[in-house]
């Protein structure tokens, strides 16, 4: 069964370092998606991909916070400087939606630690 | 904006109980409703989903039903087992594109023997 694969799985930096995460999707799904998990809530949106453009990135903090999809398939999600509150899983999901009612999958994610 | 919210846990339930999970939400227009499940140590999944009121999503034995009139979207199942402890996340997306979900709390589910 085809899965969404995210790396690395866990991330120690110290703050104001950079950090990255990668996610490649499963094959042939246009639609990618980032969400940041603290710790006891639920996922909130980051960024959503269609292809290679960038769809909804209003909660997307661009002071620190990059994405990019240049091919239309993997994506990388960098944050820097880090800071403390960064601190939590990072999850990508991915689907072949063109209607809402489409199912995302999600990645196994990437927890971060920031000291 | 939109919203979801779900009742608190953790859920602490013998196996056989009975289970409810309670979720109301806040969307304009015509979400879609959904609800995931993070077993430990995995990823999230998708347990089921509805798209319109009134409709009845279904799997592995927990049903939930989208209403309305009441703005919720509550997961049942009759007799929950040990294995159905986890992390359990009620979302909608608003529906009319391939949306980005908006997530409730979570509500952790622990069965015991």
């Known amino acids: 069964e085809a899965e969404v694969a995210q790396s690395p799985r866990y991330k120690i930096t110290e703050k104001s370092q950079a950090v990255a995460f990668w996610c490649d999707p499963i094959?042939?799904?246009?639609?990618l998606y980032w969400y940041r998990q603290i710790l006891g809530q639920g996922p909130e949106l980051l960024v959503q991909f269609q292809d290679e453009s960038v769809v909804d990135d209003s909660q997307l903090p661009k002071d620190r916070f990059s994405a990019e999809r240049l091919k239309g398939v993997d994506s990388t999600l960098k944050i820097q400087p880090a800071e403390l509150g960064d601190s939590a899983m990072y999850l990508c999901a991915s689907s072949s939606a063109t209607t809402s009612e489409e199912t995302q999958y999600f990645g196994p994610g990437t927890r971060l630690l920031v000291l | 904006g939109d919203s979801v919210t779900q009742m608190e846990g953790p859920v602490t339930l013998s196996e056989e109980a009975f289970l409810t999970i309670n979720c109301t939400y806040t969307?304009?227009?015509?979400?879609?409703l959904f609800w995931y499940v993070q077993y430990p140590g995995e990823g999230l999944q998708l347990l089921l989903k509805?798209?319109?009121?009134?409709d009845k999503g279904s799997n592995k034995g927990f049903e939930a039903t989208y209403r309305k009139e009441t703005t919720s979207f509550h997961l049942e199942k009759g007799s929950v087992q040990v294995s159905d402890s986890a992390v359990y996340f009620c979302a909608l997306t608003p529906g009319g594109g391939a949306d980005g979900l908006t997530f409730g709390k979570g509500t952790h589910l622990i069965i015991q023997p």
């Open positions: 969307a304009t227009g015509y979400p879609s």
């Open positions: 094959s042939g799904h246009a639609t």
């Open positions: 509805a798209t319109k009121a009134d």
